[in-house]
């Protein structure tokens, strides 16, 4: 694993304003590890012990991913993003190491927010070698966690599951894992915030949010962003004929709410 150049350490510049909704789990993370990383004496003087991670769980593509990320934003921070599957298969055999200079090059650019993806793939490996490389693996991570050997200090650590049942309970002892957070799918009003997040730089005209809103039950973030991609698809041909920008109508939504269908209600 290679530092900077390699794309494994990003400088995100996203924030939290450009995650819509989910302000209680906003809230959590900056009480948890963005006050911490920002006033460590102040914690200090009251006993407070620093460290620990959060883990993010719920439906696929309400956000998790992109709160570590503005995380990392929030604070200027350097983030690292490991999928746990990725990692299993590439690592094969020599994970204990790859782990250890993954945590290694956290610790070398602090203040980093290190976020690993689909870390239950940790508990619920499928084959007898993926669950024998699985066994050490997991150990080493707790080691890591930790932070016994080397100091995590300046390192925020975050988890994201579908599925956290999975997860082996020795990562949710203190000092791990030891904040569990919803990322729940958006209701109406965090909908007309992501609209609004992600149609900011469009071209529009007579946009009514609360309508498309009203009309999107059951889309998670990442639906409402194919259906934006659907309106624009159903505008692009026309501008294209009369070689110019034609803004994005509620006639464009109208088609893509009729051909996209909301995932999260099958979690
Ligand atoms: P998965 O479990 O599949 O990894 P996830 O919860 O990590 O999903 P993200 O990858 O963060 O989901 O979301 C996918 C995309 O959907 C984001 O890049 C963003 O464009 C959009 N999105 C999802 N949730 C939100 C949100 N709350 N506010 C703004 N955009 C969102």
């Not at 593509?61 to 993003?81: D, M, Q, V, Y």
């Not at 650019?109 to 976020?115: A, D, G, I, M, Q």
Request: neutral net charge; charged residues 25%.
């Amino acid at each position: 694993i290679e530092a900077e150049g390699s794309g494994l350490i990003e400088k995100p510049r996203v924030t939290f304003a450009e995650v819509g909704g989910l302000t209680a789990v906003k809230e959590e993370i900056a009480l948890k590890v963005i006050h911490p990383l920002n006033n460590p004496e102040i914690y200090k003087a009251f006993g407070k012990k620093i460290g620990g991670g959060i883990l993010l769980y719920g439906p696929p593509g309400c956000g998790k991913t992109l709160l570590a990320r503005a995380t990392a934003g929030e604070i200027k921070a350097n983030f690292i993003s490991v999928g746990i599957n990725e990692v299993l298969d590439m690592w094969m055999g020599n994970s204990e190491k790859n782990l250890h200079d993954l945590f290694q090059q956290a610790r070398m650019h602090t203040p980093c927010v290190l976020f690993f993806d689909e870390i239950d793939a940790l508990g619920a490996s499928r084959t007898d070698l993926r669950k024998a490389a699985g066994r050490t693996l997991i150990n080493q991570f707790l080691d890591e966690l930790d932070g016994v050997k080397y100091s995590n200090e300046g390192i925020l650590i975050l988890g994201a599951t579908n599925t956290p049942w999975y997860l082996d309970t020795a990562f949710r002892r203190p000092g791990r894992f030891d904040r569990i957070v919803f990322v729940s799918p958006p209701d109406v009003a965090a909908r007309v915030e992501i609209l609004r997040i992600l149609l900011a730089d469009k071209p529009l005209e007579g946009i009514d949010y609360q309508s498309i809103a009203k009309q999107s039950d059951g889309y998670s973030g990442a639906d409402l962003r194919a259906l934006v991609d659907l309106a624009i698809e159903q505008k692009l041909p026309e501008s294209l004929r009369q070689g110019r920008v034609l803004p994005l109508t509620m006639a464009d939504f109208k088609e893509a709410l009729r051909r996209h269908r909301p995932t999260t209600k099958e979690w």
